[in-house]
């Protein structure tokens, strides 16, 4: 049911899908779609207006949970921060921090502001990157506006 209001929400906002011949040429949301594993990501990016900033000029350093990531959270937690725009717009901010931020920039027990306004804490082991508690899957995706890196939960502020 939440992937069919999330498809309706992607459809009411006419986002292009982007044919590119690499993401370097697509900005942040047009590399998100274009990966079609974020697709719960996009549409909260949309509810939250945030798509503009995130097609902006950056650079940012996004990191991205996946559908499966919100798959997690408990039910019905995507389908009240979609009516929430305020949490949301909390939540996906915090997963956004200003500047290209390569993984080779990373060391452990970093951490770094986030356009939310919160610092998140990077842990090193065994070769392993974590952003708050959530592994890094895939780092280092370029886009034309910053970098993302692809995560497996959903991060929250320490407020929430």
Do not use: C, W
């Not at 899908?17 to 942040?28: G, L, M, R, S």
């Not at 940012?60 to 559908?67: G, L, R, S, Y």
């Not at 974590?130 to 320490?158: C, K, L, Q, Y």
């Amino acid at each position: 049911m939440i992937r069919t209001k999330l498809a309706a929400l992607a459809t009411a906002t006419a986002l292009s899908v982007p044919t590119f011949a690499a993401a370097q040429e697509a900005d942040i949301v047009d590399t998100a779609i274009a990966a079609g594993n974020f697709e719960t990501l996009v549409a909260a990016v949309q509810a939250a207006g945030l798509v503009e900033t995130l097609k902006g000029e950056g650079p940012f350093t996004v990191f991205a949970p996946t559908d499966a990531a919100f798959d997690a959270l408990p039910e019905g937690t995507v389908e009240s921060l979609l009516e929430d725009t305020d949490a949301l717009t909390e939540i996906l901010t915090y997963h956004v921090v200003p500047g290209a931020v390569m993984s080779g920039d990373l060391s452990d027990g970093m951490t770094a502001a986030t356009v939310e306004g919160s610092e998140i804490e990077i842990s090193i082991t065994d070769g392993t990157v974590m952003v708050d508690g959530a592994t890094v899957t895939a780092a280092d995706i370029e886009a034309s506006n910053g970098v993302i890196h692809v995560i497996d939960a959903v991060i929250m502020p320490g407020d929430m």
